[in-house]
């Protein structure tokens, strides 16, 4: 257990050192962890509806974060090249991502040209009914994008170092808030990078 929670940890601080450097991103991780805490109420009360939140606000705010505000040069605090941290990113890098936004953008329009999705579900009638299916088909990938990269993780490197980022990406909404809750009075007071990274925060 003791060697688990250093691994989460560990994966923690990498993403936070390597991947969280604009305020403005953290200030969106921020609004992004609000949302996904929000949804993770909804999965029991409408699975659909927390998927929307999930997917339309919290993942396109934090991704948003990702590609518009985060610098992709070179990493003078840390020492290293974005092409390194790209190689070695545990989780989803650009490139996956690009590929899990791409699927996240084609199911709307899978469902909306083809509403029973080639005779595979009953077909929505109504508006609602065709945001359901899109929250379905939202849910459906989220799990299936975790699964995924564990078992990646699992071929690639160790079953363990999957189960560790899985239990990352499923916590990380709690701990973001913890982290970045500050990110926006900072960004206030005109400070749009974070400069200091030798120490672990607390």
Request: net charge neutral; with cysteine.
């Amino acid at each position: 257990m003791n060697n688990f929670l250093q691994a989460l940890e560990e994966q923690r601080w990498d993403d936070h050192r390597y991947y969280h450097h604009s305020r403005i991103n953290q200030s969106l991780h921020l609004l992004s962890a609000i949302c996904f805490v929000i949804s993770y109420g909804l999965l029991f009360v409408d699975p659909a509806m927390a998927a929307i939140l999930a997917w339309g606000v919290s993942m396109t705010s934090r991704q948003a974060g990702h590609f518009f505000f985060e610098p992709r040069g070179y990493d003078e605090l840390n020492q290293v090249t974005d092409a390194f941290k790209e190689e070695v990113k545990v989780g989803y890098n650009i490139r996956r991502k690009i590929v899990l936004l791409a699927v996240w953008a084609a199911i709307p329009l899978l469902l909306w040209a083809s509403p029973s999705v080639f005779n595979l579900i009953a077909p929505a009638t109504s508006f609602s009914g065709y945001l359901h299916d899109v929250g379905i088909g939202w849910l459906a990938l989220g799990v299936a994008g975790l699964f995924v990269r564990v078992g990646q993780l699992w071929i690639q490197q160790s079953l363990a170092t999957g189960l560790v980022w899985m239990t990352k990406i499923l916590t990380d909404p709690f701990h973001d808030i913890k982290l970045y809750h500050r990110a926006p009075l900072l960004l206030l007071r005109g400070e749009w990078v974070e400069t200091t990274r030798h120490v672990r925060p607390d």
